[in-house]
Antibody, heavy 121, light 109 residues
Framework: EVQLLESGGGLVNPGGSLRLSCTAS????????MSWVRQAPGKGLDWVSG????????YHADSVKGRFTISRDNFKNTLYLQMNSLRAEDTAAYYC??????????????WGQGTTVTVSS | QSALTQPASVSGSPGQSITISCTGP?????????VSWYRQHPGKAPKLMIY???SRPTGVSNRFSGSKSGNTASLTISGLQAEDEADYYC?????????FGTGTKVTVL
């Protein structure tokens, strides 16, 4: 079964850091691009970051550029999101998603169940 | 603020057809095909329903169809069923980033 499982969410103070992980199973992880998408409570979907199959190219939304870093370890079948300088507006459920191709532009055909990040003092 | 505009809500009776629109400047190009659609039930993860404007992933009902005209992409749900009641989001890819639409709540009357 194709599956994505996020972890690493939690409560963090403003200005703090957190690293999210997404462990993949059931497909050849290293041949697909991946993305992180978030959803603030009661709000719509908000794309955060993307990375190509090899990890050579990464993309970030303007709202997180310079603060968040997406990366992947294809040997561990794991996607990461390092989040620094967190703000209250980063509070959201964070989903990892598999793209149905090796580079950006494809649809997101598999989603994890999400992990919640709360930024508050 | 999203670059893609959707109606806040659309409703229909069981068995009817409804169409959700998604308007954005990049969609207007003839060879632009980076439009996808997602369904999200409350408390659940999104699910891909349409990609590349009009392609359906394996396992998605053929009651769902996508199209594009001018600067507007559309998702049509035919034979509306209770399970179709959910939030729907369009999504486009431009250069190096994705944009999600504002979202449409579909209500089955």
């Amino acid at each position: 079964e194709v599956q994505l499982l996020e972890s690493g969410g939690g409560l963090v103070n403003p200005g703090g850091s957190l690293r999210l992980s997404c462990t993949a199973s059931g497909f050849t992880f290293g041949t697909y691009a991946m993305s992180w998408v978030r959803q603030a409570p009661g709000k719509g979907l908000d794309w955060v970051s993307g990375i190509t199959d090899s990890g050579h190219y990464t993309y970030h939304a303007d709202s997180v550029k310079g603060r968040f870093t997406i990366s992947r370890d294809n040997f561990k079948n794991t996607l990461y999101l390092q989040m620094n300088s967190l703000r209250a507006e980063d509070t959201a459920a964070y989903y990892c998603a598999k793209l149905n191709g090796p580079v950006a532009g494809y649809g997101m055909d598999v989603w994890g169940q999400g992990t919640t990040v709360t930024v508050s003092s | 603020q999203s670059a893609l505009t959707q109606p806040a809500s659309v409703s229909g009776s069981p068995g009817q057809s409804i169409t959700i629109s998604c308007t954005g400047p990049m969609i207007d190009f003839d060879d632009y095909n980076y439009v996808s659609w997602y369904r999200q039930h409350p408390g659940k993860a999104p699910k891909l329903m349409i990609y590349d404007v009009s392609s359906r992933p394996t396992g998605v009902s053929n009651r769902f169809s996508g199209s594009k005209s001018g600067n507007t992409a559309s998702l049509t749900i035919s034979g509306l069923q209770a399970e179709d009641e959910a939030d729907y989001y369009c999504c486009s890819f431009t250069n190096t980033h994705y944009d999600f639409g504002t979202g449409t709540k579909v209500t089955v009357l």
